[in-house]
Every structure is written in structure tokens, then in C-alpha cells.
């Protein structure tokens, strides 16, 4: 088992690495499939069965959200990108509101085909995998993204590896002993600390691309990747409450030694979106 999760994982980091190196439409097919099966196997543990109205809306507004933002991308005659010069949030935000108002069509009309619960489940998983898993793609969009945007890795697998590694060590205050048995204090604290760490080392090795100082940006880096990290084991945390109350140990077998994607992104998909506005607060992302 070890050795297969390992090999999971390395696999994983490569296509993450390299997704978001090469960016553009190659990052959005990759965020797209994710988004897909983690939505998917949302719904299935919510409670929605799978390929009804609810499901199939949710799947088909992931795709045109995705296909917007990939407009969002295409640069204009004057050089600037659609994003910038036609306000492509906008539009984006549309795709959000227009999968809540198609879910309520299904709701009405299907009436009473489906629970309140389970339309309330399709539109919260959209929002959950799909949404906040795209915020990826903004920050490595956004101004220096190829360089902010390994910030949300680094705070969110950085900080489960640096709590692992302490909380094997020194670990005996379970903070969580119901959610989570083998969470410990000294892990968390390790987590946070070691991201904080990488992130300042990080911004030490980036400072001569950013207009400021090396201490400025090195500490701005630790800051981010820190309150990241927090982010991350809460991300962490509310997809295993979901677990515990629906009685499933795993989202899927997608991912050997690890699970689903849910089970392996669920500290990412919390963090992305915290990391861009971060970016854009501090550092002007």
C-alpha cells in the first residue's frame, strides 16, 4: 500500500507540475476532468443519483464554466487578454448563477421527482470542486501567476507533508478525536509552520521578479502559505465531516493508495481561491 500510494502520488505531482507549468488550455482540460469526477463523486455521497437532471446540470454548467473561462484566455487585437478587456468575472460569475437558476428549473418542473436536498447537493458540489478548483487557473492567469501559483501547492502539500512528518514524531494532543483520530496539535502547528517556512523560502529564491525588497516579499510569501496552510487542514477536515456523516470511508477509487479526487484535492480545492486573493491583496497578483 505505501508503495502504491507513493507512486500515486508522484504521478499526481507530475501532471500538477506540469498542468500548471504549461497553463492555457492543456491546465483547463486537466482542472476540467478533475472538476468533473470530484463533482461527481460529490453528488454520489450526497445523495444524487447519478446522471439524473441535477447531476447532468452540474456536469454541463463545469463544462461551459470551464469553456468561458478558456475565452477568458484568448488575447485580443490590442494585445490585452479577454479577461482584462471585457471583464471576464462577469461572465464567469454568469455561469455560476445560470447552473443555480437551471437547477431551480429542474427542481420546479420535476416537482416532486426531486428532494430539496439533493438540489441543494447538485449546486453546492458545483461550487465546491468545480468553482473553487478553477481559482488554479485564475492565480496562474493573473499578473506573475506562473510564479504565485505554486503557492497553493506549496501551502496545501507542503502543510500535509510537514504535519505527517512532526505528527509522527512528536504527535500526542489529538485535536480532532472524533473527525479525525489521527490529527494531532503538534502536527497542525508543524503543518503551519513548515508552510510558512517553504513559503519564505520560496519568495527568497523569487524576490529579483517582484519590485520589492527580498525580505518584503519573502515574508509576504510566509504569510500567505501560512494562513494556506490553515486553510488547507480545514478544507481537509470538512471533506472528511461529509464522510463521517454519510458513512464512506473514500469518494472513489480513481486514484490508487489515495482514493478519489475528492480525497486527495480536498485541501487544495479550499486553498486555491484563498492563495488568489491573497496574491491580489499582498502582492498585487
Not at 10 to 34: D, E, F, K, N, Y
Not at 75 to 81: D, N
Not at 125 to 149: D, H, K, N, Q
Not at 199 to 228: H, M, R
Amino acid at each position: 500500500m505505501f508503495w502504491t500510494r507513493l507512486f500515486s502520488g508522484i504521478v499526481l505531482l507530475v501532471i500538477a507540475i506540469g498542468s500548471i507549468w504549461l497553463g492555457g488550455p492543456v491546465l483547463t482540460a486537466v482542472l476540467l476532468a478533475v472538476s468533473l469526477v470530484g463533482y461527481r463523486e460529490l453528488t454520489k455521497a450526497l445523495g444524487v443519483s447519478s446522471l439524473t437532471a441535477v447531476e447532468i446540470v452540474g456536469l454541463a454548467g463545469t463544462v461551459l464554466y470551464y469553456g468561458t473561462m478558456q475565452l477568458c484566455m484568448i488575447t485580443t487585437v490590442s494585445g490585452q487578454m479577454w479577461w482584462e478587456s471585457a471583464n471576464g468575472a462577469v461572465w464567469l460569475l454568469g455561469c455560476i448563477v445560470l447552473v443555480f437558476v437551471a437547477q431551480l428549473f429542474v427542481y420546479v418542473f420535476a416537482f416532486p421527482k426531486y428532494q430539496t436536498e439533493q438540489v441543494i447537493a447538485g449546486f453546492f458540489s458545483f461550487v465546491y470542486a468545480p468553482v473553487m478548483l478553477s481559482f488554479i487557473e485564475l492565480t496562474r492567469m493573473s499578473t506573475a501567476g506562473i510564479l504565485i501559483v505554486w503557492l497553493i501547492l506549496i501551502s496545501s502539500w507542503g502543510c500535509d507533508t510537514c504535519a505527517y512528518v512532526v505528527g509522527k514524531l512528536i504527535g500526542k494532543k489529538k485535536i480532532f478525536p472524533v473527525l479525525s483520530p489521527k490529527k494531532s496539535l503538534e502536527g497542525c502547528i508543524g503543518g503551519v509552520i513548515g508552510a510558512a517556512l517553504l513559503g519564505f523560502l520560496y519568495g527568497k529564491l523569487l524576490v529579483s521578479f517582484f519590485p520589492t525588497t527580498a525580505d518584503t516579499f519573502a515574508w509576504q510569501s510566509a504569510l500567505i502559505c501560512a494562513v494556506g496552510a490553515v486553510t488547507s487542514m480545514v478544507g481537509d477536515l470538512a471533506a472528511s465531516a461529509i464522510k463521517r456523516n454519510k458513512g464512506i470511508k473514500d469518494y472513489g477509487k480513481l486514484i490508487p493508495g489515495h482514493g478519489g479526487i475528492m480525497d486527495r484535492f480536498d485541501s487544495v480545492i479550499v486553498t486555491a481561491p484563498l492563495i488568489y486573493f491573497m496574491a491580489l491583496l499582498l502582492l498585487g497578483g
